[in-house]
């Protein structure tokens, strides 16, 4: 009797951790993206949104840095936006 192994389900897929630094690192810039945004709304705006620009700030780069060290492309609009937000801070 041969016992042939089952092959895997098409529709599970093994998570690199790639995938899941880089799903948590984004995630975190969805996060300050949307505090940044909240406190911006607010009728009186205070240091908060300091702290939460450089949150953000803080984020893509994390963010660009693991793509970098992942040998995967920055999207320009990222690379664009950290760049500016740099700017803006200096």
Do not use: C, F, W
């Not at 949104?49 to 920055?74: C, D, H, K, M």
Request: no cysteine; glycine share 2%; aromatic share 4%.
């Amino acid at each position: 009797m041969t016992i042939h192994p089952i092959a895997p389900l098409p529709s599970i897929r093994r998570r690199s951790t790639a995938d899941h630094d880089l799903s948590h690192l984004y995630a975190e810039v969805v996060t300050a993206r949307a505090a940044e945004q909240l406190t911006r709304s607010t009728k009186r705006p205070d240091d908060n949104i300091r702290s939460n620009s450089r949150r953000l700030t803080a984020s893509l780069s994390a963010y660009a840095s693991a793509l970098e060290g992942y040998r995967l492309p920055v999207p320009r609009a990222i690379r664009d936006e950290l760049r500016l937000r740099r700017r803006l801070s200096s």
